[in-house]
């Protein structure tokens, strides 16, 4: 008789393991400043309830822990949201899915609320400031309740829904077969554990703004959070009020800007009034598009930011595109990323002195002057070093 020992490292689902995360306390400190860079990685916990706080039916959620080094793709199917990354969030993240098995029980499109809260735990994404300048780093505690699906994509089984975390809280989040839901978040100091309380700043820039990112047309921001004031760009984003049946098309190439349809009568939200095309590089002037990565020129024309006040925040989110997997992004600061065609001024010299300034420094010492404009370098080249200044 042989006896087989078999060592096997096998990535499948089990029974829902709750992380028990708990919402930071009521201790707080006042703050200012915030940032979620790219570059944040954190340590994800996920706990999954029931709406009222009980256990969740085991085997009805499953959870999928994907590491740094998995396969990356978009998320077109259930599998790939199980064993991927997704590829629109930042290189070197990992990602945790939650599969809701068999609780979509509407059958004619329009939507049912999960009987599900979601709370979620990332301990690093990004930096604050304290009211006496200190620099800390923070993490985000994050609740989704009130979730309603429907049943849009993963055939033959549309009644299961995926809900997907990036663990860099800027690369966003992403699902399938879900309406809507509200999204609730709280920035706590890392070291301390204390949930941050913020201030507004009477200097613009020190204010915390946290902004809503690739809001394609249907895909929308709202909050009735009196305290929260929302910030976009009216040229390519609008407040709409959207209804269960009415679906915006996911077609772009029939989608005409504007084109969202008839004004409803149900849920409002913002949301873009362009495409974000994520697939070819566009021109920077092409007002019908944007680009729908992170970090690109364009990535602004389809985002709202809101300035922050208090310790807690919470908002609607969603998408009434009769499209699929949904993916959407959180960045701080304002709309306006960083221009490439904005003027600038360079300048080449001979001389190594002090380079730098903006306009009104034109005749200050400061300013770099251009001292070989129009001329050939190589001309003047005689083995010497040429400097090279943007102002």
Do not use: C
Not at 84 to 96: E, G, I, K, L, R
Not at 152 to 176: K, L, Q, R
Not at 285 to 309: H, I, K, M, Q
């Amino acid at each position: 008789r042989a006896v087989l020992s078999l060592n096997l490292d096998l990535k499948l689902p089990g029974p829902i393991v709750n992380d028990h995360v708990s919402e930071p306390g009521t201790d707080s400190l006042d703050a200012h400043s915030l940032i979620l860079p790219r570059a944040a990685l954190g340590e994800t916990k996920i706990q999954v309830t029931k709406a009222d706080g009980s256990d969740f039916p085991i085997g009805s959620a499953q959870i999928y822990r994907k590491p740094n080094g998995s396969s990356r793709s978009k998320y077109g199917s259930q599998t790939a949201m199980k064993e991927n990354v997704s590829t629109d969030y930042v290189p070197s993240s990992s990602a945790t899915a939650v599969i809701f098995k068999d609780v979509i029980t509407q059958e004619d499109g329009l939507s049912n609320v999960l009987d599900a809260k979601l709370k979620v735990d990332i301990n690093h994404v990004g930096s604050a400031s304290d009211l006496n300048g200190r620099h800390f780093e923070i993490g985000a505690y994050v609740e989704m309740t009130n979730i309603h699906v429907r049943r849009v994509e993963w055939a033959p089984t549309p009644t299961d829904v995926g809900i997907d975390f990036s663990n860099n809280f800027f690369s966003g989040m992403s699902f399938a077969n879900v309406l809507h839901y509200d999204w609730r978040v709280v920035f706590y100091e890392k070291e301390t554990g204390k949930r941050l309380n913020f201030i507004p700043q009477s200097d613009l820039n020190q204010n915390s703004t946290l902004t809503f990112t690739s809001l394609n047309p249907g895909e929308f921001v709202w909050t009735e959070q009196s305290d929260i004031n929302a910030t976009y760009n009216a040229d390519y984003v609008t407040d709409w009020q959207f209804q269960e049946g009415n679906w915006i098309t996911a077609n772009k190439d029939v989608f005409d800007q504007e084109n969202l349809g008839e004004r409803g009568t149900g849920q409002k939200g913002y949301t873009s009034k362009t495409w974000g095309n994520w697939v070819d590089p566009i021109d920077h002037d092409n007002l019908s598009e944007w680009e729908d990565r992170l970090g690109a020129p364009t990535f602004g024309r389809g985002a709202v930011a809101y300035t922050l006040n208090g310790t807690s925040h919470t908002f609607k989110r969603g998408t009434f595109s009769s499209g699929g997997s949904t993916w959407v992004a959180n960045g701080s600061g304002q709309i306006e990323l960083i221009d490439p065609n904005v003027t600038n001024n360079k300048s080449v010299s001979a001389q190594a002195i002090a380079g730098g300034g903006a306009k009104a420094d034109k005749n200050k010492p400061i300013w770099t002057s251009n001292d070989l404009h129009n001329q050939v370098v190589n001309e003047h080249y005689q083995g010497a070093p040429f400097y090279y200044y943007i102002n």
